[in-house]
């Protein structure tokens, strides 16, 4: 998975989401589906259920700097879930790799961007704490941490699709 360190990974999941044929598959692993529920809420414009599916931290930083997570809602978008990487046996931090494609109306085409969702264990439950995705191969992955978010102008914006990312929580990059 691009963006992501050793450990152990789970095989890709079967779960997709969009106008298909025949209702999306969930996925079985706990944090993908985590990651499966946060990306639906996105693409759908949904700031409360995909606000609530993010670390208590993640909440109580956007909430300290009178900023809300707000995701854009992409209405051409769909995803795929693949790999789900641990970095150990019982680890309480994940990263589930996600291809995002979206259906460029202007070009006709559609781009595909693969991105990983960073998330941590909370209470016993599965929240997202960040996102990563690759800027360009020749450099590390860019990583937004949801947890240290400063606000940067305007109310942030997960980078679903880094292209359309406006203004976005700290990023940071990883070695």
Do not use: H
Request: net charge negative; glycine share 10%; charged share 20%.
């Amino acid at each position: 998975m691009t963006g992501c360190g050793g450990g152990a990974a789970t095989p890709p999941q079967a779960a997709q989401s969009g106008a298909q044929k025949g209702a999306p598959q969930r996925p079985t692993d706990p944090a993908a589906q985590v990651t499966y529920d946060f990306l639906q809420a996105v693409i759908r414009g949904d700031t409360d259920a995909a606000t609530g599916l993010l670390t208590p931290t993640a909440i109580e930083r956007f909430n300290a700097t009178g900023s809300r997570f707000a995701p854009p809602g992409l209405a051409s978008a769909r995803f795929r879930l693949g790999d789900v990487a641990y970095p150990a046996p019982g680890a309480t931090e994940a990263a589930v790799q996600c291809m995002v494609t979206d259906q460029n109306a202007t070009e006709g085409s559609a781009r595909e961007e693969e991105l990983a969702c960073l998330l941590k264990q909370v209470a016993g439950q599965w929240r997202v704490s960040g996102m990563a995705y690759e800027v360009a191969a020749d450099q590390p992955p860019m990583v937004l941490d949801f947890e240290k978010f400063a606000p940067q102008g305007e109310a942030a914006k997960p980078a679903v699709d880094p292209a359309r990312t406006a203004a976005a929580p700290e990023e940071t990059q990883t070695k």
